[in-house]
């Protein structure tokens, strides 16, 4: 596997979950790091602690929700120096029938999860194509991926664009032999506050048994990055959910889906930052 020592990681989502784990974990690798997200109090939480383990780290708080930030937070990143790994973890999800939340929080959902992610990507690949340094592009999906999702719809359809974009990506890499390597993991459920904030929460005995920590999902995350792999799923029940899919008709999949999500825990969902209101 590669050494990463000394290189610099610009993680989006870093204030709490898998981009604050992974923050912690390049860190102890002795990769230096850009870290963002919109709170600015929980990055700097993260940063001082990963500052303790010898590295620089800079803060960029921005919304990724918002058309222009991807830019704001490229450039910011560039200030210091070069980025070598990008990893775009940000993202979020709401557990609610797609006719009950307003088009306000689809709007930033589809800004974060799919545009502020390509708005990256395109500007890693513009800049390291032809390099020969080695270099690092991570996207974050979700098993959700791998099939529709009642309750989750847009959010679902969101990561399938992801894991399709990065997988293709990947593959154009590998054909012109690029140093630069695209690199996409599918989570499954994992203890963060991406629940709490998606209004879930009711999940079936599968699902809270399968569930796994931020800190696992991290570490298998920069393992398949180092090794340049194409699609890594954490977790061998997700894996064999994501493996079986295939076989099963998709509507029976859907509603397989339907009954290991459960039903929407809160009457209300948390309000979004910014300008995005808050759903029904
Ligand atoms: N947890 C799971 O079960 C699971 C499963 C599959 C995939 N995933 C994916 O894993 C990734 C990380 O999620 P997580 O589970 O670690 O949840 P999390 O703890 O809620 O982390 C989400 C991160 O995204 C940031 N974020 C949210 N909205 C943003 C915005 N508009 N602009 C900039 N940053 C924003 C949050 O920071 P601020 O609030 O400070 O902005 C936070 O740092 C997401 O892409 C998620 O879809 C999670």
């Known amino acids: 596997m590669s050494d990463l020592r000394g290189k610099r990681a610009l993680i989006t989502g870093a204030s709490s979950g898998i981009g604050a784990a992974l923050a912690h974990q390049l860190a102890d690798l002795g990769v230096h790091l850009v870290v963002t997200a919109r709170r600015k109090d929980a990055l700097d939480r993260v ?23 991807a830019t704001e937070v490229w450039n910011a990143a560039h200030v210091v120096g070069p980025i070598d790994i990008l990893i775009n973890n940000a993202g979020f999800g709401y557990f609610r029938k797609f006719a009950g939340v307003d088009w306000a929080r689809d709007a930033e959902l589809l800004q974060l999860n799919l545009t ?22 991570v996207n974050i999906a979700s098993i959700g991926a791998y099939q529709s ?14 894991r399709n974009f990065t997988e293709a990506l990947h593959d154009e890499l590998r054909d012109v032999g690029s140093a630069l390597s695209a690199t996409c993991i599918c989570p499954g459920g994992t203890t963060t506050e991406f629940h709490e904030q998606a209004g879930a929460g009711n999940y ?17 995350t920069i393992k398949a990055m180092r090794k340049g792999r194409r699609n890594v799923i954490p977790g061998i029940i997700n894996n064999l959910s994501c493996w079986g899919v295939r076989f099963v008709p998709r509507r029976l999949s859907s509603w397989l889906a339907r009954r290991v999500l459960g039903k929407p825990r809160q009457a209300a969902l948390p309000a979004r930052s910014g300008n995005v209101s808050t759903g029904a």
């Open 149 to 162: 999702v009642p309750n989750m719809a847009v959010y679902a359809a969101s990561k399938a664009f992801v």
């Open 116 to 137: 502020s992610l390509l708005e990256l990507s395109r500007r890693m690949v513009d800049t390291h194509v032809g390099t020969v340094e080695r270099t690092y592009l």
């Open 47 to 69: 940063a001082e602690a990963c500052r303790a383990k010898g590295v620089t780290v800079d803060v960029v708080v921005a919304d990724l929700g918002k058309p222009e930030s």
């Open 204 to 220: 079936s005995w599968i699902a809270n048994n399968s569930m796994k920590s931020a800190e696992a999902v991290a570490a298998t």
